[in-house]
């Protein structure tokens, strides 16, 4: 074994130091976040575990003296007036995001397709332009949207909250599939049209394939901003049976007291489908943003 090699060690240790450090920190940020998101959703399936009593109790305790699941069954029971309520606006919000998803996914998809394949003119101005809208916060546009439902009869009904969330949905959605479209190789595309595929074959039976993690990228986006929506939703409907589950949980406000384990009982059964489709497409999630934002 030579000096050199000798000498060269302590250097590469001292060099990765810094690195390990770096890394160690990392670390330490991460389960910060962790900590700071499962906190409130653990204190809330806690309290949805608790009395009305037990709830208000003062210092309160973490887990609870008698848990009851009480409060899921009077949600999940369709023969009381809370359960039919709950069950309603769930079904409400869950064909609004859904359908949501379903428009935002046929347009996006050909739209992105478009931008990322022909070039034409105007094309970076509309395709700019698209985002654009991004540039203003929501709260902007809700009075000549609603004088723009109520002018086309769509006030109370759920088109209103699918049109408009589709407004606010589609550019994001296309601007993030178009990414993901840059990264394919056109060659893939010209080798089908030389043995005898169309451009609408090519595209089905090749592109789409291989875009499908950007795909299920722009539905879950999709999904998960028309399910928590609450401004527009707030402002469209007024009749109780059309109400979603953002608008719908002020059924457990009242006016002198407020039914806290009820409210965080319904606030954890809307946020399941959220996380379950997370956690179940979080790899596609990733990928897509991975390989969407760097361009090969």
Known sequence: MTDATLTSRPARRAARKPIDGWRWAGRFFLLFMLIFTVLPMAWMFLTSLKSGFAAM????????????????AKLLD???????????YFWNSMFVSLTTTILAVVVAVPAAYAF????????NFLFFSVLFRNMFPAVIFLVPLF??????????????????????????????LKGFYDNIPIQLEQAARIDGATRFQAFLFVIMPLSTPGIIATAIYSFIGAWNEYIY??????????????????????????????????????SVPVVVLFLVLQRYFVRALTEGAVKH
């Open 116 to 123: 990322s394949r022909f070039r034409f003119p105007g094309r």
């Open 233 to 270: 939703a707030y402002t469209f409907l007024n009749r109780n049976d059309q109400l979603t589950l953002p608008v719908g949980l002020q059924r457990f406000f009242a006016e002198n007291t407020t039914d806290w384990p009820g409210l965080m009982a319904a606030s954890f059964l809307m």
């Open 147 to 176: 004088i723009l439902m109520r002018w086309l009869g769509l006030v109370n009904t759920h088109g209103s909250l699918v049109l408009t969330y589709l407004t606010f949905g589609l550019p994001l959605a296309i601007w993030l």
């Open 57 to 72: 109790q003062f210092p309160p305790q973490w887990w609870p003296a008698e848990p009851t699941l009480y409060n899921y």
């Open 78 to 88: 369709p023969q009381n007036s809370v359960g039919q309520d709950f069950l309603r």
